[in-house]
């Protein structure tokens, strides 16, 4: 099936290619434009791969290495709400190891899996860059920082009643 943005994504898309008029800067673009694909069905499939290739005249192997490359894009369907648990040193030494567990027994799955309500993706990350106020996770597009489990419970809470 083709991928297509809605206008307003659309419109997003042609502001983002403005700003990386050069052939060369055109692969500069390619990241936004994947997080743009990625807010609209959740993941990067390969429609998305072959619609971004396009729209930045780029090979789309190139794209689809961008892609795997990073870890924020997704390379298959996920639930509603993306959960990141960052397990890097920092966050570790200060419970990240705990809160990934508790994470794990609240929702019934491990890390890389999906509730089955489709509500929840648990996942783990590497340094999210907020070291200093370890442990955190990131809810979608929100940090949550300097958590206790039961912070960690009224967040799970939130986020299975929709
Ligand atoms: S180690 Fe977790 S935010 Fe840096």
Redesign the pocket.
């Known amino acids: 099936m083709t991928f297509a943005l809605t206008p307003e994504r659309e419109r997003e898309l042609v502001e983002i290619l403005a700003r990386y008029p050069t052939e060369h800067s055109k692969m500069a673009a390619c990241i936004p434009a994947l997080h743009l694909c990625q807010d609209q069905i959740g993941w990067c499939s390969d429609e998305v791969v072959t619609f971004v290739a396009s729209r930045l005249d780029l090979p789309a192997a190139h794209v689809k290495g961008v892609v795997t490359f990073y870890s924020l894009f997704n390379q298959r369907p996920v639930g509603k709400h993306q959960l990141w648990v960052?397990r890097?040193?920092?966050?570790a030494l200060r419970g990240a190891g705990e809160v990934l567990a508790h994470c794990e027994k609240r929702l019934g799955i491990k890390a890389g899996e999906t509730t089955a309500d489709g509500a929840i993706t648990l996942r783990t990350a590497e340094?999210?860059?907020?070291?200093s106020t370890?442990p955190?996770i990131q809810v979608d597009k929100v940090y949550h920082e300097n958590l206790s489990l039961p912070q960690v419970d009224t967040i799970l809470d939130r986020l299975q009643k929709g």
């Open positions: 960052c890097t040193l920092p966050c340094c999210l860059a907020s070291c370890a955190m």
